[in-house]
């Protein structure tokens, strides 16, 4: 009879922790922010013993692709990059990312979220806000898992890496 409560409680904590790991991907979306009313997604990630200058290195050096990018820079403490992509056949994003960096911390957004369904030449770019279109947004939700693995590979797992 013990072995099988023991059982039955491995199973439910089981499932309890796998239904947990699914919950908490599901935070990661972008949403209607309640006091601005612009849609952003914003995470803190905390860095033990690391230097603001260390963490201004990483993003620099290991994140951002294309100087052009940079929108601003106030070494070491704010970086913020804009850029366009491909969100699929015909349909364009434009997307600011922020990362305000203290030591230990760094604080990631993503903002001033735009598209463009480029099928004619007279399309035009629109922010997310100004339209009653969702279907950008789910695109931006989808793609958000893979954006926050990489930027945490880049920039937070860094040092598993280093021996």
């Known amino acids: 009879m013990k ?4 059982l039955i409680t491995v199973i439910l904590l089981s499932v309890l922790s796998v239904n947990c790991v699914f919950a908490q991907t599901e ?3 972008i949403k ?6 612009k849609y952003q997604y914003q995470e803190v990630f ?8 260390e963490i201004y290195k990483r993003v620099k050096s290991n994140y951002i692709k294309f100087e052009k990018t940079i929108q601003y820079d106030e070494n070491p403490s704010k970086i913020v990059i804009r850029y366009q992509y ?3 056949t015909f349909k364009y994003g434009i997307i600011s990312e922020t990362f305000d960096i203290k030591d230990n911390k760094i604080r990631w957004t993503l903002s001033d979220l735009g598209y463009l369904f480029a099928v ?3 399309s035009k770019w629109k922010n997310v806000e100004d339209t009653n279109d969702n279907s950008a947004i789910e695109w931006w939700n989808k793609l958000l898992p893979k954006s926050r693995n990489y ?3 880049k920039i ?8």
């Not at 072995?3 to 023991?6: A, D, G, H, L």
């Not at 905390?46 to 200058?53: F, G, H, M």
């Not at 937070?156 to 021996?163: N, V």
């Open 27 to 29: 935070d990661y979306k």
């Open 120 to 122: 004619t030449d007279l």
């Open 151 to 153: 930027f945490k590979e």
């Open 156 to 163: 937070i797992d860094i040092s598993k890496s280093d021996w």
């Open 3 to 6: 072995q099988k409560n023991k």
């Open 86 to 88: 491909r969100l699929s």
């Open 32 to 37: 209607k922010d309640s006091i601005t009313g």
């Open 46 to 53: 905390n860095l033990v013993n690391t230097t603001k200058e």
